[in-house]
């Protein structure tokens, strides 16, 4: 149980355009979603965190009008990084969080999005 | 808040000897503690974790870690390491409630044929 995916797993675009990445709980109802970054060879770093029908909630320093944070259902919550730039290369990885039980004292990561920016 | 601190960044070891990777934590409140392992373009995999009980916790591949409140610290032990152990290491701590984990900035195992 507990599995968490990510779509796509590796996205090329162009500078300026739109990237949407889906997150998913396949398998249990996941009331809080966070979303982290990570760069080569560093740790990961919580951008938001997201409960299911409210607003994300952005770390210092996370641009919310760059990452845009949809958490519209409980099994899927959505990053888009509009208008996309070089910098903004990465690895984005989800997380899931369930409302109980061992659902609640565990976040369970999706596998990954490497997203290029050309 | 929590924090987490991993005082190793790179920790070679030869073939079947033991290895010890470091973390503290700080926290004001009591915390559930996680080691993850991240093989190179991969997304992260769970070793352990202590949420209460045992201090001692035994994980995936042979791994176990123990909890030391005193010492503020959950040290991930292998006693004889493998080349595919080779990856990054990460400690994570959470507080209760609904808070994030907070990840280390991570140990490169590297295992030495």
């Known amino acids: 149980g507990a599995v968490v995916s990510q779509h796509p797993s590796w996205v090329i675009c162009k500078s300026g355009t739109s990237v949407k990445i889906e997150c998913r709980s396949l398998d249990f109802q996941a009331t809080t979603m966070f979303w982290y970054r990570q760069f080569p060879k560093q740790s990961l770093m919580l951008m938001a965190t997201s409960n299911e029908g409210s607003k994300a909630t952005y770390e210092q320093g996370v641009e919310k009008d760059k990452f845009l944070i949809n958490h519209a259902s409980l099994t899927l919550s959505t990053l888009t990084v509009t208008s996309a730039h070089p910098e903004d290369s ?7 969080r369930g409302a109980s039980g061992g659902y ?4 369970f990561f999706g596998p990954g999005t490497r997203l290029t920016v050309l | 808040a929590q924090s987490v601190t991993q005082l190793d960044s790179q920790v070679p070891v030869f073939e079947e000897a ?16 996680f ?3 991240q093989y190179p373009n991969q997304g992260l995999q769970l070793l352990l974790k202590y949420l209460s009980g045992s ?7 042979g791994f176990e870690a123990e909890f030391n409140k005193s010492q503020t610290s959950f040290h991930l032990r292998k006693p004889s390491v493998h080349i595919s152990d080779t990856a990054e290491y990460f400690c994570a701590v959470s507080g209760p409630g609904n808070t994030p984990l907070v990840f280390g900035k991570g140990t490169r195992l590297s295992v030495i044929a």
């Open chain 2, 35 to 37: 080691w993850y392992v």
């Open chain 1, 90 to 96: 990465s690895f984005y990885i989800c997380s899931a």
């Open chain 2, 18 to 33: 033991p290895v010890e990777l470091r973390c503290n934590y700080s926290s004001s409140v009591s915390v559930y503690l």
């Open chain 2, 55 to 61: 201090t001692l916790v035994k994980g995936l591949n």
């Open chain 1, 104 to 107: 609640y004292n565990e976040q």
